[in-house]
T-cell receptor
């Protein structure tokens, strides 16, 4: 399976500010995914990041709030903008394996004060 | 979109006993069903998966069964051990198309020594 890293591992941010999360993979992948895990909850897909095209957002998530970049096949960023306490969550990136598996990064724990 | 329901939400078992978690899905086009184990503060880890052309799959003490007609699948853990204590998530996807995972709400399993 791919080795996936995320930065930062955790952060505490003030409301109204933004946080950019980086996801790095040790091999080239066509698709990367961003998930949100609210405290004590399950995982919800935010968007699919494809290299060379705009990200595809799931219902309830918009580009203005969660802009995503995918400059190459091993890297992606997720920005959580205009932070509010409700954005306090763990954000995880994931990549598909061979043939259908999906593997997760270690996550970024965001606390908004 | 896909809706995955998972039961029970919590499960407490005596060490050595079996644990069973059940999930149902709504999208008949879903064809890939992974199970993830998430320990406190860690990323979800893929523990077993099953594809729609298979009815059952085993890996040591873990097994998964799939009933496509009824649209439900189950995780079975035999001879439970304290290290099996974790949150377990089922998921479903149209793996042949987009890899996007829809997760169940999770089951907190506690193995009593």
């Amino acid at each position: 399976s791919a080795v996936i890293s995320q930065k930062p591992s955790r952060d505490i941010c003030q409301r109204g500010t933004s946080l950019t999360i980086q996801c790095q993979v040790d091999s080239q992948v066509t698709m990367m995914f961003w998930y949100r895990q609210q405290p004590g909850q399950s995982l919800t897909l935010i968007a699919t990041a494809n290299q060379g095209s705009e990200a595809t957002y799931e219902s309830g998530f918009v580009i203005d709030k969660f802009p995503i970049s995918r400059p190459n096949l091993t890297f992606s960023t997720l920005t959580v903008s205009n932070l509010s306490p409700e954005d306090s969550s763990i954000y995880l990136c994931s990549v598909p394996g061979d043939p259908y598996e999906q593997y997760f990064g270690p996550g970024t724990r965001l606390t908004v004060t | 979109g896909e809706n995955v329901e998972q039961h029970p939400s919590t499960l407490s078992v005596q060490e050595g006993d079996s644990a069973v978690i059940k999930c149902t899905y709504s999208d008949s086009a879903s064809n890939y069903f992974p199970w993830y184990k998430q320990e406190l503060g860690k990323r979800p880890q893929l523990i077993i998966d099953i594809r729609s052309n298979v009815g059952e799959k085993k890996d040591q003490r873990i097994a998964v069964t799939l009933n496509k007609t009824a649209k439900h699948f189950s995780l079975h853990i035999t001879e439970t051990q304290p290290e099996d204590s974790a949150v377990y998530f089922c998921a479903a996807s149209r793996a042949f198309n987009d890899y996007k995972l829809s997760f169940g709400a999770g089951t907190t399993v506690t193995v009593r020594a």
